[in-house]
């Protein structure tokens, strides 16, 4: 399953990232005419040239002209095919010799959000990201550079019902965790060592469905503090505890 149409991604870091790791989503590259080619840039430019990939020097008014998001571009954009998205049955079907670890995205529509998550959920070494056709952030430049360019390391799923995936899920021996303001649990409370799991984040408006809400095998708080706190930061929190508790668990004991 994939977006249809095109999208640009800007800066030195997401391009770089794509070109490693699926140059072929790329159908060409501008860089800003007269911009002095620092390491990154030059790096760019070889990995274009090696995976045969378009190049076109344009200078600042062009940029102004034809790209309608001018965030700091860092003098590169690349012009992208939207990113390849997993089907859920094709992720289960992967095997592996530990238990899979996902983070559901419920109605977080803020593509900074997403992208924070999603970079969260790569550098802690979880395994996909998976996303609704309904209110949620596309996978947009924005979410791609916020995430500096994990949307290319996990696989991200997207899913038309999250009720059925979830469904799917729990078949699969999946235990599902929804955060709540009023659980009666602490996120630290939960062991996530021995179980395939999945952690559901919302949206800091509406926060997780109910009828997701419904399917949740654990519902977790942050305290009394979790209203504070922004839902990217919140994920942090609880997939940092998830891990180290994984590697506390995996760590030998010493003698």
Same mark, same amino acid.
């Given at each position: 399953? +994939?977006?249809?149409?095109?999208?640009?991604?800007?800066? !030195?870091?997401?391009?770089?990232?794509?070109?490693? $790791?699926?140059?072929?989503?790329?159908?060409?590259?501008?860089?800003?005419?007269?911009?002095?080619? =620092?390491?990154?840039?030059?790096?760019?430019?070889?990995?274009?040239?090696? %995976? !045969?990939? /378009?190049? /076109?020097? &344009?200078?600042? /008014?062009?940029?102004?002209?034809?790209f309608? +998001?001018?965030?700091?571009? /860092?003098?590169? &954009?690349?012009?992208?095919c939207?990113?390849?998205?997993?089907?859920?049955?094709?992720?289960?079907?992967?095997? !592996?010799?530990?238990? !899979?670890?996902?983070?559901?995205?419920?109605?977080?529509?803020?593509?900074?959000?997403?992208?924070?998550?999603?970079?969260?959920?790569?550098?802690?070494?979880?395994?996909?990201?998976?996303?609704?056709?309904?209110? #949620?952030?596309p996978?947009?430049?924005?979410?791609? $550079?916020?995430?500096?360019?994990?949307? %290319?390391?996990?696989?991200?799923?997207?899913?038309?019902?999250?009720?059925?995936?979830? =469904?799917?899920?729990?078949?699969?021996?999946?235990?599902?965790?929804?955060t709540?303001?009023?659980?009666?649990?602490?996120?630290?409370?939960?062991?996530?060592?021995?179980?395939?799991? #999945?952690?559901?984040?919302?949206?800091?408006?509406?926060?997780?469905?109910?009828?997701?809400? %419904?399917?949740?095998?654990?519902?977790?708080?942050?305290?009394?503090?979790?209203?504070?706190?922004?839902?990217?930061? #919140? #994920?942090?929190?609880?997939?940092?505890?998830?891990k180290?508790?994984?590697?506390?668990? +995996? $760590?030998?004991?010493?003698?």
């Amino acid at each position: 399953m +994939q977006n249809t149409g095109n999208t640009y991604v800007y800066g !030195k870091n997401p391009v770089y990232e794509i070109l490693l $790791k699926n140059p072929k989503r790329i159908n060409k590259i501008y860089f800003q005419k007269g911009i002095f080619f =620092d390491n990154r840039l030059k790096k760019i430019n070889e990995l274009a040239y090696q %995976n !045969k990939v /378009q190049v /076109q020097y &344009v200078n600042l /008014q062009k940029f102004n002209e034809n790209f309608e +998001q001018k965030p700091n571009f /860092q003098g590169v &954009v690349a012009s992208v095919c939207p990113v390849e998205y997993v089907e859920l049955s094709d992720f289960l079907n992967i095997n !592996k010799q530990d238990y !899979k670890r996902i983070v559901i995205l419920d109605g977080i529509e803020d593509p900074h959000n997403s992208g924070a998550i999603i970079r969260t959920v790569a550098a802690a070494g979880f395994d996909a990201v998976m996303v609704s056709n309904h209110r #949620a952030a596309p996978i947009t430049a924005t979410v791609e $550079k916020i995430s500096s360019g994990a949307v %290319n390391h996990i696989p991200i799923i997207k899913t038309t019902s999250l009720s059925a995936s979830v =469904d799917l899920l729990k078949k699969r021996d999946f235990w599902v965790i929804a955060t709540k303001m009023d659980a009666k649990e602490n996120y630290y409370e939960i062991d996530y060592t021995d179980m395939n799991f #999945a952690l559901v984040m919302g949206s800091e408006g509406k926060g997780i469905s109910k009828t997701i809400l %419904n399917k949740a095998d654990f519902t977790v708080k942050l305290e009394s503090n979790f209203e504070s706190l922004n839902v990217s930061t #919140a #994920a942090a929190v609880i997939i940092y505890e998830a891990k180290r508790q994984i590697n506390l668990k +995996q $760590k030998p004991k010493s003698l």
